[in-house]
């Protein structure tokens, strides 16, 4: 019976360890996440992209010198990191211009020669 005893005493021990574990909660996480573009130069014949878009969206880079216009020298369709070759973006404006399909975005950058 002594080798009981022990054993009797740490199981309502036990039994509170359990009964503390089983209570749980959850909880929800909303995250917002909004378009956002970044455009640099990169070097003497390349433009950096970091962009966001939102769902369903595009965005149109190209060269002019007022950004007026959009013209569809290059489409991006996905958000990532681009580095583009000034040569696809057309030939003439001494800016590169960048703008979303649904109007949220907008920039440019002037164009190093």
């Given at each position: 019976m002594?080798?009981?005893?022990?054993?009797?005493?740490?199981?309502p021990?036990l039994?509170?360890?359990?009964?503390?574990?089983?209570?749980?909660?959850s909880?929800?996480l909303?995250?917002?996440?909004?378009?956002a573009?970044?455009?640099t130069?990169?070097?003497?014949?390349t433009?950096?992209?970091?962009i966001?878009?939102?769902?369903?969206t595009?965005a149109t880079l190209w060269?002019?010198?007022e950004?007026?216009a959009?013209?569809?020298?290059?489409?991006?369709?996905?958000?990532g990191?681009y580095?583009?070759?000034?040569?696809?973006?057309?030939?003439?404006?001494?800016?590169?211009?960048?703008?979303?399909s649904?109007g949220?975005l907008r920039?440019?950058?002037?164009?190093?020669?």
């Open positions: 002594t080798r009981l005893t022990p054993l009797l005493l740490i199981l021990l039994s509170g360890v359990q009964s503390r574990a089983a209570k749980s909660q909880v929800t909303s995250v917002n996440v909004r378009p573009v970044s455009l130069m990169t070097g003497a014949s433009v950096g992209l970091k966001r878009l939102a769902p369903q595009q060269r002019d010198d950004c007026g959009v013209a569809k020298e290059f489409v991006v369709s996905q958000s990191t580095d583009i070759p000034l040569s696809q973006l057309g030939d003439r404006g001494a800016k590169v211009c960048v703008a979303s649904d949220a920039a440019s950058v002037k164009a190093v020669f």
